[in-house]
C-alpha cells in the first residue's frame, strides 16, 4: 500500500509524486487548500508542474495547470511519494475563487478521476475549443 493511501496524511502545502503521463515523468502535485463539503468529504484543491499540455495559444505547451479540485480517492489513486512539505503557492487562488462562486452557483463540480486523466480531459478541453 502506497504512502497516499491514508487521506488523512494529506496536508495542505505537500507536493507529490503521481502516476503521470508518459511524457511527464517529473511532474508533480501540489496540495494548496482542503476543504470539507457536507455531501462530497474533502476537496484538496491541487496545482500541477512539469506537464506537457499542448497550447493552441502558442509554440510551447503549457507546464503548470493553477487550479483543480479533487476528491480524496482521486488523490489516493494517484499519489506515490510525498517529496517536500510547507510548500506556499498562492497564484492558484485565481483559479479556487473563480471555481468557488460557480461551485456555490451550482455550475462546478470536483474531479472524481485519477490526475493523469484530468490533464489528458484539460488538454482535450483547451485543444477542443480552438476546432
Known amino acids: 500500500m502506497s504512502e497516499a493511501a491514508n487521506a488523512y496524511y494529506f496536508s495542505e502545502g505537500q507536493v507529490w509524486r503521481y502516476h503521470t503521463r508518459p511524457n511527464e515523468p517529473e511532474s508533480a502535485i501540489l496540495i494548496n487548500k482542503i476543504e470539507y463539503h457536507s455531501g462530497l468529504g ?44 510547507n510548500v506556499d503557492n498562492p497564484s492558484y487562488l485565481e483559479g479556487y475563487e473563480s471555481w468557488r462562486e460557480a461551485f456555490v452557483q451550482g455550475k ?10 484530468i490533464i489528458s480531459f484539460v488538454e482535450e478541453a483547451i485543444n477542443r475549443s480552438e476546432a
Not at 500541477?48 to 479540485?69: R, S
Not at 463540480?109 to 490526475?115: E, H, R, T
Request: glycine share 8%.
Open 42 to 85: 474533502a476537496i484538496f484543491h491541487i496545482s500541477i508542474a512539469g506537464v506537457q499540455v499542448k497550447n493552441p495559444h502558442g509554440e510551447e505547451p503549457l507546464t503548470q495547470l493553477g487550479h483543480f479540485p479533487v476528491v480524496a480517492a482521486s488523490l489516493e489513486q494517484s499519489l506515490t511519494e510525498l517529496v517536500d512539505t
Open 108 to 117: 462546478a463540480g470536483v474531479f472524481n478521476i485519477p490526475v493523469e486523466q
